[in-house]
C-alpha cells in the first residue's frame, strides 16, 4: 500500500517546479516490483527517523522506506472538463490517485506570466475546483440513464446506485464537490466505483515567495485563500515556497544542512507535504525488522493485524496466526529484542488486535 497523490492547478503556479523537486528525489523504480514509471510519475521516500533509528541498531543489509507516488498533469485551464487544453485526457491520468495535491499560486512576480494576468487565489482554486466537478458531472450523467433504466425493471442494487449517484448529481449541479454528500454505507460502495475526483480529500499547496517561508500569515494571498478555505470545505492547506524547495532538492549532505539552517527551515517542504497528505488520509506505519531488510509499510488507521500482514503479501493475510508485537520506542531503549523479551515488551496478538502508528511486528502465518 503506497500513497500516491495527484497535482493539479493552472498554468505557471509552480506545478512543475514541485514536480521538479520530487523528480530530483525520486528513489530507483528497481527497489519497487510492479511500479511503473513514466515521465510524468515521480515516487519518493516517505520521511520517517523512526526507520533511520531502526537502521541505525541492527545495519541490516537493505533499508527500505515506505513510498510516495506523485502524478503530475499539465497545467489545467478554463474549459478542461470539455477539452480545453489536453482537458479530460489529463484528469483521467489522476483518477486512480488517493489524493488531490492542488498547487495556488500565492505570490507576485511580473517575471512570471499568470493566465488570468492577475494573481487571485481564491479565483484561481475555483476555476480548477469548478473543471473537477465538471467532469465529475460528465462521467455520471453518461451512465446515469441506464442506471435509471436498471431500477425502474426492479432490480434493487440499481435502486441503490440510482439514489447514490442522484444525490451526487445534484452536488455537483450547485457547484458542490461529491464528498459533500451524505450517502449510506451501500451507496458509498457504488460511488467509490466511479474514481471521482470531488470526492478525494484534497490538501492545497498555497506556493509563496521564499520570504514569505518564515511568516506566512504575513502574505496577504495566502491569508485570503487559507480563510477561504476553512469556510468552505475546511480541507488541509500548507504555505511552501516552491523555488526554494526545488534549490534544496539539488542539494545533498553538508551542502543541504547548511542551506536549511541559512534559510531557518527545520523540515523541507516535501516532507510536511507527505506527512500532511498521510494525516489527510488518516494513513500510519508500521514496521518489520530485520537484518536482511528492514522496512517501513503504511496501513490506513484502524486496520487490523491480518489486514496489515496482507500490506506485505495476501498469503500473510490467508494465512495468518498472531503476530509478535513491541514498540519501536522499546528498541530505542533497549537497542535489543533479546532485552526487549526479557523486559517483557514483546507480546503476542491475534486476528482481532488493531495495529498502531510505530508498532514492529514478526508476522506468523501458515498456508
Not at 453518461?142 to 445534484?170: C, M, N, P, W, Y
Not at 470531488?198 to 492545497?204: A, E, G, S
Not at 507527505?274 to 531488510?293: M, P
Amino acid at each position: 500500500m503506497g500513497l500516491s497523490a495527484g497535482i493539479v492547478g493552472l498554468p505557471n503556479v509552480g506545478k512543475s517546479t514541485l514536480f521538479n523537486t520530487i523528480t530530483n528525489l525520486q528513489v530507483e523504480a528497481a527497489n519497487y516490483p510492479f511500479a511503473t514509471i513514466n515521465p510524468n510519475v515521480g515516487i519518493v521516500k516517505v520521511p520517517d527517523e523512526r526507520l533511520e533509528k531502526l537502521g541505525a541498531i541492527i545495519n541490516p543489509d537493505k533499508l527500505t522506506h515506505a513510498i510516495c507516488t506523485f502524478v503530475d498533469i499539465a497545467g489545467l485551464v478554463k474549459g478542461a472538463s470539455k477539452g480545453e487544453g489536453l482537458g479530460n485526457q489529463f484528469l483521467s491520468n489522476i483518477r486512480e490517485v488517493d489524493a488531490i495535491c492542488h498547487v495556488v499560486r500565492c505570490f507576485d512576480d511580473k517575471s512570471i506570466n499568470h493566465v488570468y494576468d492577475s494573481v487571485d487565489p481564491i479565483r484561481d482554486m475555483e476555476v480548477i475546483n469548478l473543471e473537477l466537478i465538471l467532469a465529475d458531472l460528465q462521467r455520471l450523467e453518461k451512465r446515469f440513464t441506464h442506471i435509471v433504466a436498471k431500477s425502474k425493471s426492479g432490480d434493487k442494487q440499481a435502486a441503490i446506485e440510482e439514489s447514490a449517484v442522484r444525490k451526487v448529481l445534484e452536488a455537483l449541479k450547485a457547484n458542490k464537490f461529491a464528498k459533500t454528500v451524505e450517502l449510506t454505507d451501500e451507496e458509498k460502495k457504488f460511488i467509490k466505483n466511479y474514481n471521482l475526483l470531488t470526492i478525494k480529500p484534497v490538501l492545497y499547496v498555497a506556493n509563496v515567495n521564499e520570504s514569505d517561508i518564515s511568516n506566512p500569515e504575513a502574505n496577504p494571498h495566502y491569508l485570503k485563500l487559507k480563510n477561504k478555505i476553512a469556510e468552505t470545505d475546511n480541507s488541509l492547506i500548507i504555505p511552501i515556497s516552491v523555488s526554494l524547495e526545488y534549490e534544496i532538492s539539488r542539494l545533498t549532505g553538508e551542502d543541504k544542512k547548511m542551506f536549511m539552517e541559512d534559510m531557518n527551515i527545520k523540515t523541507p517542504g516535501l516532507d510536511r507535504l507527505i506527512q500532511a497528505t498521510y494525516k489527510l488520509l488518516n494513513l500510519r506505519t508500521f514496521f518489520t525488522f530485520g537484518k536482511s531488510e528492514t522496512r517501513a509499510w503504511t496501513f490506513i488507521d484502524g486496520m487490523t493485524a491480518p489486514e496489515c500482514a496482507g500490506v506485505i503479501h495476501s498469503d500473510f493475510q490467508r494465512g495468518f496466526i498472531k503476530v509478535e508485537i513491541y514498540d519501536c520506542n522499546d528498541m530505542f531503549e533497549y537497542k535489543s529484542e533479546t532485552v526487549l523479551r526479557e523486559k517483557g515488551k514483546i507480546r503476542m496478538e491475534g486476528k482481532e488486535y488493531i495495529m498502531k502508528d510505530g508498532d514492529v511486528c514478526l508476522f506468523k502465518f501458515n498456508v
